[in-house]
C-alpha cells in the first residue's frame, strides 16, 4: 500500500493542527517524496514526546523521556538531522498531539 509524500503528510499535521487550534511551525525541510518525519510536541504543559512516523504510517515516540532536558531532546534532533538529511522536523504546539496524529488515517 502506498502512503503520502512526506510534503504531504507534513502539510496535513500543520494544517490538522491549526484546525485543531494549535500552532505548528516547519524547523527543518527534509525530502519530498520520502523523508522520515519528525514531530516535537509541546503544550502548556511543557515538552511532549517526539514522535515519528514509522514505515506503516503508525506514529512512534522515539528519543528521550519528555521529562528529560531540552539539552538532550536538542542533541537528540541534533544527531538524527546529521545522520537523515532528508528528516523533516516540525513543532506541533497544541493538547494533545498524540491523540491528534493517532486519528489520522495509517495509510497517510
Known sequence: MTR????????????????AGGFATLLARGDDHGGAILI??????GDGP????QFDGQWQAVGPDPASSPADRAD??????????DLWLIELDMAP???LVANLNPHF
Open 97 to 99: 498531539v498524540p491523540e
Open 4 to 19: 503520502l509524500p512526506s510534503r504531504m503528510m507534513v502539510d496535513v499535521l500543520m494544517r490538522s493542527a491549526s484546525a
Open 76 to 85: 537528540y534532533v541534533a544527531r538524527r538531522r546529521r545522520i537523515d538529511p
Open 50 to 53: 517526539l514522535l515519528e512516523r
Open 40 to 45: 516535537q510536541c509541546r503544550d502548556r504543559d
